[in-house]
């Protein structure tokens, strides 16, 4: 037999369906504290995403041209 998985809002760890209307939130008041903490900063991404570009610069015309 197959394990259940119990799914739990993010904020109050009440337990929640997946097909309940404010799913991963029990209800409207949760899903509106989620919203204010990632506005007010309290939630941020641990490292920031590099582009290649920011590393090796932006290519330029001479680059270019020489693989021509």
């Known amino acids: 037999m197959a394990k259940r ?27 509106t504290i989620d919203l204010g903490k ?12 590099k582009d290649t570009e920011d590393e090796f610069g932006p290519e330029s015309e001479a680059d270019r041209s020489d693989e021509e």
């Open 38 to 49: 990632w506005a007010s900063g309290q939630y941020v991404i641990s490292s920031p995403l």
């Open 5 to 31: 998985i119990q799914l739990r809002c993010p904020i109050c760890k009440k337990a929640v369906k997946n097909t309940d209307p404010d799913f991963p939130f029990c209800s409207e008041r949760c899903r």
